[in-house]
Every structure is written in C-alpha cells, then in structure tokens.
C-alpha cells in the first residue's frame, strides 16, 4: 500500500506542477480531463498504478485547487519527518467486495480486512485509503443507504458554546466539556520526553477518535431532539491565537458547528449561526444591556438585571438571547419568502390571457388535432 500511495504522491505533484505551468502561460485553470489526456498511457509507462486511479487523483486535485483557491498547492511528500500519510483514492468501478476482501483494479491480490460497518449490504461507490498517524490503514467508501423516517422533535433550541461547559442550551441543561486533551496532557508529556514516538501518536490519535466520538453523539441527540437549532458564531479561530488555546482547541466548537450543519441538513432541520455579541450582557426578559462587561465579568456566573430584577445565570441567558435572535431571522427570512412568492404570483398573472384571446393552448390543440 505505501508503494501505491508513493506514486500517487509522484502523479498529485505531477498535476500541480502542471496546473501552475498552464495557469503561468496561459493564465487559466487546467480540468482534469485536460490533465487525463497528459497521463494517459502513464501505467504503461512505469506508473504502477490503475489508470481509474491515476484519473481519480488527478480529478481529486482539482478539486481541492478549487475549494483552497490557489494557483498551486502543497506538495505530496514520500519520505522525511514530513511526509505525507498514505492516499489512495480509487473509482467506484475499481472496487469489488466479496466474502470479506477487496478486489481493486490495479493490485495484484485481495485486500482483507476488518468489516466493521457490514459491506456485503450495500453498493459501493467511489472512496480511498488513508493512513493515520499510527500507520494504520482505512477504506473509505460512500455507500447508499435507505434514509429512515427520523422522529423529528418540534421545539427550537439556543446554544452558547463555551469552556467551563461545553455548552449551555436556552432550556439550561448543561454538556459537560470532556477535556480529552488535558485528561492524557500527563501520559502524553512523559511519552514526549521519553521520545516514544508510537506512544505519542497513539494518545494523539485516543484524543482525536474520544473527542469525535463526543461531538458525533452530541450533535446527534440534538438533532433528533429539536426541529430548529441556533448556535453562537464565536471566533475559535481568533480565540486559538490568545492563551485560551489549549482549551479552545480541545473544545472542538468548529467541529461541533459543522457537524450541527450537515446533520440538520439531512434532518430537515433548521440550523443557523446566530451573532452572539453581548449575548452574555443582555436580559433575556426585558432586553436592557446591564449584565457583566469587560475582562472583570468573565468571573460572574450569576447577574441581576437592574432593569426588571431578574435572576440569571450567565451562559442560559446568553443562549436564550441567541434563540431570540435566531428565531426573528427566521421569521424575517420566512416573510421575505411570502413576499417574494406573492410577487411572483402576481407577475404570473400578467399579460393576455390565451384561452380569452381564442388561443388554443397546447393540450387543447393536440385534442383537436386527434
């Protein structure tokens, strides 16, 4: 396997080397059929790979080039203390599964492998193989899958992201922040300076797969619940360049985020980003801003409204705020939507009516025709 993720390394930096030299003379962007046509034939040359995979990483890169948009990217690194882990992508015609191995288009044997998943029950589609850290090997495979009819809640939920809790919903139920990195931040300072490198990348690799594994079934058990969610856009980027960034980085609130996103997506449920600025300074009750401010207030967890004598605790009142604001974006973008449908209604409408003018419409003259 490391033999055929070196040459796809060679063909990746083949394509790039291409795409920089097209867009250098002819200032365009190459596709990757125009790259196929330069490596066709490259199997036969001495390219010990299948020509679906040699096309496969060719169309893969562009299609990164485009999502980063660059003129060039990183190179594909075979050896050194930076080499890049093993990628191997394949077609979906590539790839035949059976009694519990892999037939691909290009290697010489079966593969065997541990099928976790249950891949004799579906048809297989385009995928690859990737290494991890550790030098271990996954497929990577769509499937199609029958889509269940999910029990979908009806409530709409506001969530505020933060580090004491990993987050705090509008109904006040905490989620409690793991801090998987700081739990092994121990075993993993002595293996570091033991300089057990396999040791290193296996605690990295149980603190990626726990806190993936949090954020998967957190995120799930929302979706199922709720039929609309809001949560706060704060910046984990910029909060990862202040002293914060152990904890900001171990949280996962982008990951979070983003797995919210396709979950509620597929759910038909409705997700949105909320502006969350003085969320945590605003009554949730009556709407004045005289919560705590400044570095000062991070302390207080608690705060009396001066305006209406409410009693709030910090992060509920900051998610409550962030559902009140989701909720009016949704119903100004529901408004926008019946206005424009209305508008489109009306400009239907307009001009001569054909049946009124003695014109026959279409179904009426294929009758008279017959």
């Avoid at 969320?279 to 305006?307: F, K, M």
Wanted: net charge positive; aromatic share 10%; glycine share 10%.
């Amino acid at each position: 396997m490391l033999e055929k993720a070196y040459w796809v390394n060679q063909v990746w930096n083949y394509s790039n080397e291409l795409s920089h030299k097209v867009w250098g003379r002819e200032r365009r962007f190459i596709s990757s059929y125009e790259i196929d046509r330069y490596t066709s034939g490259a199997s036969k040359a001495g390219v010990r790979l299948h020509s679906q995979t040699i096309q496969a990483v060719s169309a893969e890169y562009v299609t990164r080039r485009v999502q980063a948009r660059k003129v060039k990217l990183r190179w594909r690194v075979s050896s050194g203390s930076r080499r890049s882990l093993g990628w191997v992508p394949f077609k979906a015609s590539a790839l035949r599964y059976r009694n519990g191995q892999l037939f691909m288009s290009g290697f010489d044997r079966p593969l065997s492998l541990w099928d976790s998943y249950g891949l004799s029950g579906y048809e297989l589609g385009a995928g690859c193989f990737s290494e991890d850290a550790r030098g271990r090997w996954y497929l990577n495979v769509t499937v199609k899958v029958k889509k269940a009819v999910l029990q979908q809640g009806r409530s709409a939920i506001g969530i505020d992201l933060g580090l004491k809790d990993f987050a705090k919903t509008s109904h006040g139920e905490p989620l409690e922040a793991p801090r998987f990195y700081r739990r092994y931040e121990a075993a993993l300072g002595v293996a570091q300076r033991a300089r057990q490198k396999k040791r290193v990348a296996a605690l990295h690799a149980k603190i990626k797969n726990s806190r993936k594994d949090f954020l998967h079934k957190a995120s799930t058990a929302l979706v199922h619940r709720h039929g609309a969610i809001f949560v706060g856009n704060v910046n984990a980027s910029a909060l990862a360049r202040t002293g914060m960034a152990k904890s900001v980085l171990d949280a996962g609130w982008s990951g979070f985020r983003t797995m919210l996103q396709y979950k509620s997506d597929d759910a038909g449920v409705w997700f949105e980003e909320v502006d969350e600025r003085y969320s945590t300074q605003t009554c949730s009750c009556c709407g004045s801003r005289t919560g705590p401010s400044g570095p000062a207030g991070l302390a207080v967890r608690e705060w009396t409204c001066a305006a209406c004598g409410v009693l709030h605790d910090r992060d509920t009142n900051a998610a409550s705020i962030i559902l009140q604001r989701g909720l009016e974006r949704m119903e100004a973008q529901f408004a926008a939507a019946a206005g424009q449908a209305a508008a489109n209604e009306a400009k239907a409408g307009v001009g001569r009516d054909p049946l009124a003018e003695g014109i026959l419409v279409l179904s009426a003259t294929a009758a008279a025709l017959g």
